[in-house]
C-alpha cells in the first residue's frame, strides 16, 4: 500500500504546461525540493540525486498522449539542508493542500498532457 498518492487531470495550456515542466526542471537542476502548484495547494517532494525515468508515447483514437515519470528512493544519499529553526524544514513529500500527508517508501512524479492531433 502506497504512502500517499495524488493524482491531477485537468486542462491547461501549452504554456501552462510548459510552466510546470520549468519549474520541475529548475528544482532538479538545483538541487532542490520540488514545488509543484497544484490547485488546491502545493505538492514539496525531497527529490534524490538518483533518479530513474520513463517515458511512454501512445499515439491512437485522434489524440497523442505523452507521460513522463520519475522514480527515486525516500532513503536518498542527498544531504539533508541545515535547519534554521526547529519545525521549518520540510518532509521528504509533504502534501500542502487539504491537510499534510508524508510519502515514504517510493515516490513518483508524474507529468501527463494529451494534445488532439490534427
Do not use: N, Y
Amino acid at each position: 500500500m502506497k504512502d500517499l498518492k495524488f493524482e491531477q487531470k485537468r486542462s491547461l495550456t501549452r504554456l501552462e504546461a510548459a510552466d510546470q515542466l520549468t519549474a520541475l526542471a529548475a528544482a532538479l537542476r538545483k538541487g532542490e525540493d520540488a514545488e509543484l502548484e497544484l490547485s488546491p495547494g502545493t505538492l514539496s517532494l525531497r527529490i534524490a540525486d538518483d533518479l530513474r525515468s520513463e517515458i511512454e508515447v501512445e499515439i491512437g483514437d485522434g489524440e497523442i498522449e505523452l507521460e513522463i515519470e520519475f522514480t527515486w528512493s525516500t532513503r536518498s544519499s542527498r544531504k539533508e539542508p541545515a535547519r534554521k529553526a526547529a519545525g521549518t524544514a520540510k518532509a521528504v513529500g509533504t502534501a500542502k493542500a487539504a491537510g499534510t500527508a508524508k510519502a515514504a517508501g517510493t515516490a513518483k512524479a508524474a507529468t501527463r498532457k494529451k494534445a488532439r492531433r490534427a
